[in-house]
């Protein structure tokens, strides 16, 4: 039995790290139904997998923590002496996210909940600590499945019926507890974490590669009849314009941080001598800059980061002459996207700063 735990254990680190690239953020509630097999724990070494069956309804708490509740049925049986066992059980599980990957959620858990045999009409509803480990990963959008494995500890020595003597101790606990192994495999159907995208009416600049005016394509750079002069100068013109109107609001993906950082990379620095330029020229204008995030990561770190990034950007324009006190600055983090965030594409639409005149 030991060595078939340490195979679930390695198969399940596995799978987890066989990805590394980005994040997948799970869903923010899902249905689901598992299917495995269930092993005892409760008397001797000759016992063997029993079928397992179990229907979950899962959802988020607040990043990384998830909690899933439910309901289970298993066969537990053994050889000589074991008193063939049918386990109900309804547990609450609190599922940890333990690294961000792309298409993979590993989790461990930890949870609370009841036992009862069946199989005996008058028997009790016995505590039970499920712990153990697993992976989410998605199909689709709505679809997930989840392979995990784990144990059951049950705080009673009266599952099974047989009473355990002082040579057969529970090998977790060191005591007259029962107990069952379990793998699952399941698939689960449920919403993602989406937010409904902001609409408003904006000027859209997205360098080097495609200039937008109010959501209009203009050209783009792979034509050859534009140059990269002619892109900065209709930049600077959008720029311009805008400036010109209270209210006006201005996306300028072209301003670029490290990732997870507020540092400004060095190819924003064209979009950024364009906005100082404009600011310059109309020194009556006042500016707030908005950050924005993707919904990857916690709420609070999402906010903060987009603080720190809008402050980065009028910082960099405080030290290129442009007056501190003409520039407020907000940071929404991951509240008001403009696309999804179930995709590269749209979550780098999200990742954004936004100027708008006051």
């Avoid at 392979?147 to 529970?170: I, W």
């Avoid at 449920?190 to 904006?202: C, D, F, I, L």
Wanted: hydrophobic share 35%; proline share 4%; glycine share 8%.
């Amino acid at each position: 039995m030991n060595s078939c735990l340490r195979f679930i254990v390695i198969a399940l680190i596995l799978l987890a790290f066989s990805a590394v690239n980005a994040q997948y953020e799970g869903q923010e509630r899902s249905y689901g139904l598992e299917i495995g097999g269930g092993y005892g724990d409760n008397h001797g070494d000759d016992q063997s997998w029993s079928p397992r069956i179990k229907a979950n309804y899962q959802f988020k708490i607040a990043d990384p923590l998830s909690t899933q509740i439910g309901l289970s049925y298993t066969t537990l049986q053994g050889g000589t002496g074991y008193k063939k066992t049918k386990t109900l059980a309804v547990d609450a599980r609190f599922l940890y996210r333990v690294v961000k990957l792309e298409q993979m959620l590993p989790f461990a858990y930890l949870g609370v909940g009841v036992a009862k045999n069946m199989h005996v009409s008058d028997s009790d509803f016995m505590p039970l600590i499920p712990v153990g480990i697993g992976i989410q990963t998605p199909f689709g959008e709505q679809l997930i499945f989840q392979l995990s494995g784990g144990y059951n500890l049950v705080l009673s020595d009266a599952l099974d019926g047989v009473n355990r003597t002082d040579s057969n101790l529970n090998r977790f606990t060191n005591g007259k507890h029962d107990g069952f192994f379990e793998i699952m495999i399941g698939l689960s159907f449920g919403n993602p974490k989406t937010r409904k995208p902001v609409k408003s009416v904006e000027t859209v600049i997205v360098p080097p590669r495609t200039v937008i005016v109010e959501k209009e394509v203009v050209k783009k750079k792979d034509d050859p009849a534009l140059s990269k002069k002619d892109i900065e100068q209709l930049v600077a013109d959008s720029v311009r314009d805008a400036l010109k109107e209270r209210g006006k609001k201005i996306v300028l993906h072209g301003i670029t941080f490290e990732t997870n950082k507020a540092q400004i990379r060095p190819e924003s620095s064209t979009i950024l001598e364009i906005v100082r330029e404009s600011m310059a020229a109309n020194p009556d204008v006042t500016v707030i800059i908005t950050g924005h995030t993707d919904s990857v990561g916690s709420e609070a770190d999402n906010r903060r980061l987009s603080q720190e990034r809008a402050q980065a950007v009028k910082d960099w324009l405080v030290e290129n002459n442009i007056s501190g006190p003409r520039m407020k600055v907000i940071g929404k983090g991951e509240t008001e996207p403009t696309a999804t965030n179930e995709t590269s594409e749209g979550r780098a639409k999200n990742r954004r700063v936004e100027f708008m005149v006051e």
